[in-house]
């Protein structure tokens, strides 16, 4: 496989043919907010706080989905790139209902963590306090559309590696969100074999147990990297910590 | 064609009080209304949250006594699920009560109360709050404010938060006590055993310096409502709901809380956004009742602690024994007696060894579709009533909190003071102060009574028989 060799703020870093700008940057440690990239499961692009300059190139890059090239000089962390970025959480912020004081992800969520991560103080968007599902019909989970970012994780975890497929996206722009089934009650679907693995991958609050109250919900990531590394390199890594 | 005098919020942010005096063509006082402003709409939000989420959510929309609402919520959480909750959580969750009693009762009398006490109602409105009250008598107040902690510091060690703690939940709560919070506490145990007495002889040697003041402070015939236990002794967290006249007679007893809704009813008035609740068998406004401290000091046979017991004794003498204690001025008195009990209690608690059990929540589903809790919160009985859906998603939520309750009240005592102290067609000082101080006996969990530092922010208008605005005060 060919070797390609670019630039990234400054600094000379070579790279296997196909690999993405995000790939290479994990590798070396660059830091690069994200959010809805998980390791293990298929790449979207959608929300856009992976963001890259590529000189030569007008429009902004997400580093997930942008394969390198040779030659290719990128800059990740301008004040443009960073203003992007808070501006991105901060959409985020406002389209949902998003009160972490009596959120059940307070403390363990990554939007949250991505907001101190990008340095948002405030919240300069009008808020739009829609009025949004809570489907708690499933026994043991329940979904809270007021805190979902539309990452798409759950939704491909459900079909990639549990091969359920009981989630999707349905409507479109402000209206878009995530259903079960054909837009029936969770509780009702019958594919949902209840593995949890859509909780476990949600980056926030809109996931989650049962019975759980504010601030402990803690999501277990590992369990992921564990199944991908078992099936494709026969291989065991610790399940809680990916190891 | 009746007069009125307003005293009315500059914001309603800040909480202000807003009083109207209606007069009568002869200028006499003919009602005086205390109109609530602040609205939280808080149940209605609630729709469609879960039953577990409760808890903390309601401790955080209340900041005045989040603890009481915590664990009021977290009963009615029980009561859906319908389990028994552990021992031990039982046991941290009265604690939980009564650190709330602490915190906030302290705070009525040293931080709210005192400074008019001891200053005098015409000293200097500028030193009449806890910082005049700091350079006259240190030491006292220096001893309120560590009380006041004393309560925090249990909240702060169950909760792991001073306030808004989610910590109890539905089934029990979330962490255990350790052995190290507990030692913590007994040592300072008897400084704050010291202080509540204190508080108490204060208060006893104020009765004889207001004696003249005293008959006209809100001393009216109601009901007294509240929670007793299996032994008719007072009670915080659990018992059942016991109503006694004014002449000491109980008119019902043994009311699980639970239906709490077939005996009381609530009142609207377009002037204010508190309810009115009212005893329904007696009516609308008939069935005036008041929680709080002298509602259950009034209601209960006896004390399990002996150094409250003592003063309930003395307490029940303040009435011929044909009467309840009927005069609100007492609510001082019957909360800090309520105080030296809370710390007594708490003591007791400490030297249980189940308090450090380990096993504090039970776990079910949602077996009922309705459920309520019942509490005494410091101000008088709370009660949260949920209906949930199989789910445990909530479609609708009752709160019949203290202050409410103690609305026709406290217009009552306004209306008494009114009469009392009216002066011509002009609102005097004295009139004010006395209004203000009268509110206070209620303690109400309005954030314009609650400003620590300084005055109740109040607005007062003078409007003559023909709306025609007669004075105006705004502070
Ligand atoms: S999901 Fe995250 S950002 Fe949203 S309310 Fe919960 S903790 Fe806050
Ligand atoms: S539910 Fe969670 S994982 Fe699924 S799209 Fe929404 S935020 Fe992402
Ligand atoms: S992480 Fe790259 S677009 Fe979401």
Redesign the interface.
Known sequence: MAIKTLTIDGDQYSAQEGETILTVMRQHNIPIPTLCHLEGLSTVGACRLCVVQVEGIPKLLPACTTRVEEGMVIHTATDKLKKYRRMIIALLASEGNHVC??C?ANNHCELQELAYQVGLVRVRYPYLFPKKS?D??HKEY?MDRNRCVLCTRCVRVCDEVEGAHVWDVAGRGINCEIVTGLDDAW?KTETCTSCGKCVMVCPTGALFE???????MEKQKGFLKYIITARQKKEWVSFTDGQ | MPELITIAPVTRIEGHAKITIHLNAKGEVEDARFHVNEFRGFEKFCE???V??M???TS?ICGICPASHLVTSAKAGDDILAIGIPETAEKLRRMLTLAQWIQSHALSFFHLSSPDFLLGFEADPALRNIFGLLQHNKEFTRKGIRLRKFGQQIIEFLGGRRI?T?WA?AGGV?EPFTKEERDKLLEWYPEVRETALLAVETIKKIHDTFKKEIPAFGNFHSLFVGLVGPKGELEYYGGNLRIMDSTGNIIADNIDPRKYYEHFGEASESWSYLKFPYYKPLGYPKGIYRVGPLARLNICNRIETPLAEQERKLFKKLAPTTESVNNSFYYHYARLIELLFAVEKVEELLHDPIILGTHVRS?AEINRLEGVGAAEAPRGTLFHHYWV?E???LKKVNMLIATAQNNMAMNRTVRQIATHFLDGRKITEPMLNRIEAGIRCFDPCLSCSTHAAGQMPLHVQMVDADGYILDEVRR
């Open positions: 004081a009596v059940v809570l708690a019909t329940v509780g049962k019975g759980v109250t504010v601030a402990e | 469609g949250r879960l577990w989420e808890p903390g959510l955080r808004h989610p939940v979330r776990k859906d789910n445990g998603v």
